[in-house]
């Protein structure tokens, strides 16, 4: 068989070094704290945590269990609201290491086993009752006292309350640890540290495990519920099926909501909406051919007042400005008599005489200078006046004046082609004929409305103030009232193909999955919170798989079935055997491992089929004596000094059973304490018997056999030493005693009084004669309750009985026979006289003494 330390730690250098750190700790420190786990659950999440490797070497591994100091129960005792126990004094367990409790049903026994059990902390212990036919006390509570390697101590334990961590290792057999010995699997009590390590770390990993999901499930998804129109989109599909393993890529359907999107949903929500898609594709168009109308307008304008045209109209002013100067310089007529012949002024006034010439002298061509007068002040014209006239006329007619006339035109054409612009109601109109009243398209295009009727008004203005600036051309105004012809036709079309065939039902289902998905994308910060949390799930996912303890239980079981299984199945056979019980055919097996500890099960050895099991074979005898096997198997080996607590062991069994269970107990007894409750005196007597087969010495230093009784309602109480459970010698002098009260209390209440109590008296005195003959006169050769006769030493004596002996017992056995059977009405039997009594029980006293005092070699009378 390889070495079990070294096959651990080649086990150990495969694992993560967060486990082997983990290993290192419990050798070092006997245990994990919590401070050191929340290092190790720091440590696990980290690459080096997670890392296979060697370089720890486990010093403190070892296979060798050190044995503790002695654990002894002392007493129990202030017992209220327990049950039913309320004893008048404490129940003591004595010095020795095997202490019979004798009580018949419901003397407080399994009362008492109860107890234990809660204040021991086993795994089958039940709540304790207060009891049941009497009011709860305020306080339930009981006084247990033990020691620990000769320390003693006392604990008030609160009932029902935590168990008493040094009493964990007493070891407790009864009625239900039978059953479940016998039906349940069973994990091995004692374990050995190697296969202890296993379980150990096994724990470690379920305790770092629990934290794991402790911190995983504070990990609480933010993200929005979706709502239930939802859930059957391909949206709400994708978005109750985000993963960890999802990329920007992956979520962008989910998140993004573009403008496209938006107008789709608007022409879905506007299809569904029509009754008439004929009459909307009209209206689309017409909507249209109003964006149509302005885009026009705008392109026209900006091409009017663009750098181009602005240079060209400056271009015509400029012209027309040189142009007059020119002509105005050639205006100065020799022949006149005043300045400013030729300026706009004097133009229209000559040309406004011009006209009115005509009134006078119509048909004539102006100036009319023979035999006239002139037009503006009506005198008769003078050679100089006519002459004058002419060169004015020439002056007008001349070539630099038709040239500043024309360029004057052409200036004024060009202003007069300026667009004149919108006002804001104008505009606010327009923009509602195109579909433009909401959003930011009306406020641009007011905007650039305000620019085309300022840089007019410059323009107008001649410049004369400031400089008109030149209009940039709005490009993406222009493409997006272009997109949106294009759109309009687009849908206008649809709506026409609508106005044919509709499947209004696919329409519906396509818009609630674009409703689906804008919903989702105004819940994009949450998805990607939600992710993000997803990948932190993912992560402890990956973490708590690495603490997955089936690798350990699977080592746990190769170390166990090598230091566990094969000790534990030997061991049930020993013990069957001891118990004289291995004729019954059943077997103990190991049936798995869980969590680094092998489980065993009882099983029928040579059975045909597995389905019939033990518990429905076996008598009831032979079920509690494998019961008892098993549980002995179990515990009698484990290296703590610790008592045994056994409540009623031989229940249904018969004497050859009993008398090697009492065997069996005494031999534990010699190596720790053993406390046995029993309502059979037939064990009373074998355990004092299989003391005594240890030796006299030992007997007398261990055993102690007590007695527990109930009393007005309540149990457990230790009754005094009995005439039927002491040595007769003793049990002489308690009648004595007692015969010494009743003759008190008879003489203080009078005759009835003593013979209520004398009365007893004699019973009891009747039963120390038969147990006379038992242990004196036949000195223990045969005993009641005992199913072996003793000759081991006891014969020799029997020759020293005379007639007279005989006689002697045979007439007080006659004596006082009636007073422990039932007699005949007509022959009254009458109490003796304390006097009369006292002779009789001294003189069975003297009778004892005198014979233990007679040599072995007097010959007996015939």
């Known amino acids: 068989m390889p070495d079990v330390d070294e096959t651990t730690i080649e086990w150990l250098h495969g694992q993560q070094d967060w486990l082997q750190q983990a290993t290192e700790t419990l050798l070092t420190d006997g245990c994990l704290s919590d401070a050191k786990l929340d290092e190790l659950v720091a440590y696990l999440k980290t690459s080096e945590g997670q890392e296979v490797t060697n370089h720890r070497q486990f010093d403190g591994l070892t296979t060798h269990a050190a044995a503790t100091g002695e654990l002894r129960l002392t007493e129990i005792g202030d017992i209220s609201g327990i049950e039913n126990l309320a004893p008048r004094q ?65 604990l008030d334990w609160p009932a029902n309350s935590a168990p008493i961590d040094a009493l964990r290792s007493v070891d407790i057999f009864d009625a239900e640890t039978a059953v479940a010995y016998l039906t349940e699997e069973t994990a091995a009590t004692y374990t050995p540290p190697s296969v202890a390590l296993f379980e150990e770390l096994a724990s470690v990993c379920n305790r770092i495990k629990e934290r794991l999901q402790s911190e995983q499930e504070a990990l609480f998804s933010a993200l929005p519920r979706l709502p239930n129109e939802y859930a059957a989109t391909q949206a709400g599909t994708d978005y109750r099926g985000l993963k960890s393993t999802m990329t920007e890529v992956d979520i962008e359907p989910i998140i993004q909501w573009a403008s496209r999107d938006q107008r789709t949903l608007d022409q879905l929500d506007e299809r569904l909406k029509t009754a008439d898609p004929g009459q909307l594709a009209r209206s689309k168009r ?43 310089e050639a205006a100065k007529v020799k022949s006149a008599e005043l300045e400013g012949v030729g300026t706009d002024t004097w133009r229209a006034l000559w040309e406004a005489a011009r006209v009115y010439s005509q009134t006078p002298y119509p048909g004539q061509q102006y100036p009319v200078t023979d035999d006239a007068r002139c037009v503006l002040c009506h005198q008769e014209l003078g050679e100089e006046a006519q002459r004058r006239l002419l060169d004015f006329e020439s002056f007008v007619q001349g070539r630099l004046e038709t040239e500043a006339k024309v360029a004057e035109e052409s200036y004024r054409q060009a202003l007069a082609a300026l667009p004149s612009g919108l006002t804001e109601e104008q505009c606010a109109t327009a923009c509602q004929a195109a579909g433009l009243s909401d959003g930011p398209w009306e406020t641009r295009l007011m905007e650039s409305w305000r620019k085309i009727v300022k840089t007019r008004a410059v323009l107008l203005d001649h410049e004369a103030k400031s400089n008109a600036e030149p209009l940039e051309w709005p490009t993406d105004i222009i493409e997006e009232l272009s997109n949106r012809i294009q759109l309009l036709e687009r849908e206008a079309a649809q709506h026409d193909e609508d106005a044919k065939h509709f499947d209004r039902a696919q329409a519906t289902k396509e818009k609630l999955n674009l409703e689906a998905r804008k919903w989702t994308a105004q819940q994009a910060a949450a998805v990607r919170a939600e992710l993000e949390r997803l990948r932190k799930v993912a992560l402890y996912e990956k973490w708590k798989r690495s603490t997955n303890s089936q690798g350990i239980s699977r080592k746990a079981a190769e170390i166990g079935e090598q230091v566990i299984t094969q000790m534990f199945v030997d061991r049930f056979n020993r013990e069957l055997k001891a118990l004289g019980a291995s004729r019954i055919k059943v077997e103990l097996y190991k049936s798995r491992t869980t969590r680094g500890k092998s489980l065993h099960k009882l099983r029928l050895k040579g059975a045909q089929t597995g389905r019939d099991l033990p518990e429905s074979v076996l008598s009831e005898g032979e079920r509690r004596v494998v019961g008892l096997a098993a549980f002995l198997a179990d515990v009698a080996e484990q290296p703590h000094t610790a008592p045994f607590v056994f409540d009623d062991p031989i229940s249904s069994l018969d004497h050859d059973y009993e008398w090697h269970v009492a065997v069996r107990l005494a031999q534990l007894a010699q190596t720790r304490q053993v406390l046995v409750f029993t309502h059979r005196l037939s064990l009373y007597g074998a355990m004092e018997d299989a003391a005594k087969k240890v030796g006299d010495a030992w007997k007398n230093d261990h055993l102690q056999q007590l007695c527990i009784e109930s009393f007005s309602g309540t149990a457990g109480h230790p009754a005094d030493q009995a005439v039927w459970n002491a040595n007769t010698k003793k049990a002489n002098n308690i009648l004595l005693q007692r015969l010494d009260d009743a003759r008190k209390v008879g003489e203080a209440s009078g005759a009835e009084a003593y013979r209520g109590l004398a009365q007893g008296i004699c019973s009891d005195f009747r039963k120390l004669l038969e147990r006379t003959v038992e242990d004196d006169l036949l000195n223990q050769v045969v005993r009641r309750h005992r199913r072996s006769v003793t000759t081991d030493n006891r014969l020799a004596p029997l020759p020293l009985i005379s007639h007279e002996d005989c006689q002697f017992i045979d007439d007080m056995m006659t004596k006082y026979s009636c007073y422990e059977h039932s007699q005949s009405s007509e022959v009254p039997v009458f109490i003796p006289e304390a006097d009369e009594l006292r002779a009789d029980i001294e003189s069975l006293k003297a009778w004892r003494e005198s014979f233990r005092k007679r040599p072995e070699g007097s010959v007996a009378s015939a």
């Open 90 to 154: 404490p129940l003591n367990f004595g010095k020795g290491n095997l202490c019979v409790i004798y009580g018949h049903n419901g003397s407080g026994k399994s009362g008492y086993t109860r107890l234990l059990t809660k204040v021991c902390g086993k795994p089958q212990a039940k709540d304790l009752k207060p009891n049941v036919f009497e009011a709860p006390p305020a306080e339930r509570h009981c006084k247990v006292s033990y020691s620990e390697s000769g320390i003693a101590s006392a």
């Open 286 to 328: 017409n909507t249209k051919q109003q964006l149509e109308q302005l885009v026009a307008k705008l392109k026209a304008v900006m091409a009017a007042l663009g750098k181009d045209r602005l240079d060209s109209i400056r271009s015509f002013r400029s012209e027309a400005i040189n142009k007059r100067r020119m002509a105005r």
